[in-house]
């Protein structure tokens, strides 16, 4: 059984930076597609970025450029670095694991996939990004 505890989120004015973990315990880890999702007020839970087991990445259009997701397998640890923040990336920020042993970066864009892995996935608490 996988277990994702995120921490590092906060309060940071537009332009800043913030860098939330997710730690994650179980032995599978190393095995993972590991991905950042986040969900803002009234809105639909959205991909952000995804890293699959041999370090391949795919990030959202809103946050290419801006975010970098990175993981510390020695650590058993996911990484959300965001820099250039703006109101519209206020939500609540959770990590997510694939449990299927994806081969391939998560497929953020796909509505079935997210359906999917909301269902069957595991997931962490969340932890609040807020900018202004």
């Known amino acids: 059984h996988v277990q994702l505890v995120e921490s590092g989120g906060g309060s940071v004015q537009v332009g800043g930076s913030l860098s939330p973990s997710c730690a994650v315990s179980?032995?599978?880890?190393?095995?993972?597609?590991m991905g950042w999702f986040r969900q803002a007020p009234g809105k639909e839970r959205e991909g952000v970025a995804t890293l699959d087991r041999d370090g391949r990445t795919s990030y959202a259009r809103s946050v290419e450029g801006r975010f970098t997701i990175s993981r510390d397998d020695s650590k058993n640890t996911l990484y959300l670095q965001m820099k250039g923040l703006k109101p519209e990336d206020t939500a609540t920020y959770y990590c997510a694991a694939d449990p299927g042993g994806r081969a391939t970066p998560m497929n953020l864009e796909n509505s079935d996939y997210r359906r999917w892995l909301r269902e069957h996935g595991f997931w962490g608490q969340g932890t609040q990004v807020t900018v202004s």
């Open positions: 179980g032995d599978e880890y190393r095995g993972l597609c």
